[in-house]
């Protein structure tokens, strides 16, 4: 039974998951270091520094720690130029709706980005009175694909991990999900997700009664 739903931010709520890849990709391009979509798929739901290393991998040069942390700098100034304009009208169909939803069947909520430009966004999105818990990702120790973001947000709701379900779009964000022995809903391509519990197009995809059900 499912008594709480935690949410993943980028690429589920709205469309952030491709500005994090275009402020990489621009970046990228900067140093001189090949990268595409497919590659970012291993850096979404990761957080700045470890996807800094693996955009790093195949960089001509290596980077000494300073070096990277102003790469991380740069990278996330492209990253809040995007979102400097976001809006309610930036959230994908359905994401307002599906929290509504779970408030309304008497489930609690919590986000669970890895972003710390998360509670900026959900206050810009209109949807930060609709979490119960929002976890700070400055606090987190261990990033997905380590649950601890997600067993951390269990704690602070009060919900037994095994009656958490989560929505994530990230291959990483599943692994941490499954390691907390959560129900794991992929958003997105069944065939990148392919080891979650059940996969979605889109978060408007939901079937609320039959997540509920479980
Ligand atoms: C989310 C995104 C990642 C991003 C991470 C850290 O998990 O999916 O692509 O790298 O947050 O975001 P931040 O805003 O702190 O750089
Ligand atoms: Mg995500």
């Keep these: 039974r499912i008594e709480a739903v935690l949410f993943d931010l980028d690429g589920v709520l709205t469309d952030?998951?491709?500005?994090?890849?275009?402020?990489w990709k621009t970046l990228a391009d900067e140093i001189g270091a090949?990268?595409?979509e497919k590659a970012?798929?291993?850096l979404k739901g990761v957080d700045r520094m470890g996807s800094l290393?693996?955009?790093l991998k195949k960089a001509p040069r290596a980077y000494d720690a300073a070096e990277r942390q102003a790469l991380a700098d740069r990278k996330n100034g492209y990253y809040q130029k995007l979102?400097?304009?976001y809006?309610?009208?930036?959230?994908?169909?359905?994401?307002?709706?599906?929290?509504?939803?779970c408030k309304a069947a008497g489930l609690k909520t919590a986000l669970v980005s890895a972003s710390r430009n998360a509670a900026t966004l959900v206050q810009r999105l209109g949807i930060a009175e609709l979490f119960d818990h929002v976890v700070d990702a400055g606090t987190i120790r261990r990033g997905k694909p380590d649950p601890e973001t997600y067993l951390s947000a269990a704690a602070a709701l009060g919900i037994d991990p095994v009656h958490c379900a989560g929505i994530e779009d990230a291959q990483a964000g599943i692994a941490g999900l499954l390691a907390a022995r959560m129900y794991a809903v992929g958003v997105g391509d069944p065939a990148v997700l392919s080891s979650a519990d059940a996969v979605v197009?889109?978060?408007?995809?939901?079937r609320w009664p039959r997540i509920l059900s479980l």
Excluded: C, K, V
Aim: charged share 20%.
């Design 40 to 42: 970012n798929e291993a």
């Design 34 to 36: 090949p990268f595409d």
């Design 87 to 101: 809006g309610p009208q930036d959230l994908f169909p359905g994401a307002r709706e599906a929290l509504e939803a």
């Design 16 to 23: 952030t998951a491709h500005a994090h890849y275009l402020a």
């Design 201 to 206: 197009g889109g978060i408007d995809g939901l």
């Design 83 to 85: 979102i400097e304009g």
């Design 53 to 55: 290393d693996l955009m």
